[in-house]
């Protein structure tokens, strides 16, 4: 299983920017996929997970009402839709598989069993 993350960049505050992350192998519909973010010297932290269905979300209370995670189990990818961007919101953004399609959609970083190589947003002020 490989997951590819794409979408970081430098913008300004304020703007939007979409991630995404395509998943290779076996049955993506099954996983639990999640964003997580690091930014230095900072432990990684849940942004949003999505259930295999898409029908289960769930967000770091940062980015309530500002990012949107959604799925197209077609194409194997994951999204992360950012807006209003701020400052704070500068880390790299690694998209994550857990293969267990009704676990809960956990904060804990063990519980994925793969990890995308990261991409980073850099937000202006």
């Known amino acids: 299983v490989q997951l590819q993350a794409s979408g970081g960049g430098l913008v300004q505050a304020g703007d939007s920017l979409r991630l995404s992350c395509t998943a290779s192998g076996r049955t993506f519909s099954n996983w639990v996929m999640g964003w997580f973010r690091q930014a230095p010297g900072k432990e990684r932290e849940l942004v949003a997970a999505?259930?295999?269905?898409?029908?289960?979300?769930r967000y770091g209370d940062s980015v309530i009402g500002r990012f949107t995670i959604s799925r197209d189990n077609g194409k194997n990818t994951v999204y992360l839709q950012m807006s209003s961007l701020e400052p704070e919101d500068t880390a790299v953004y690694y998209c994550a598989a857990d293969e267990g399609a009704l676990n809960p959609l956990t904060s804990r970083t063990a519980n994925y069993d793969y990890w995308g190589q990261g991409t980073l947003v850099t937000v202006s002020s």
């Open positions: 999505i259930s295999g269905s898409g029908a289960r979300r």
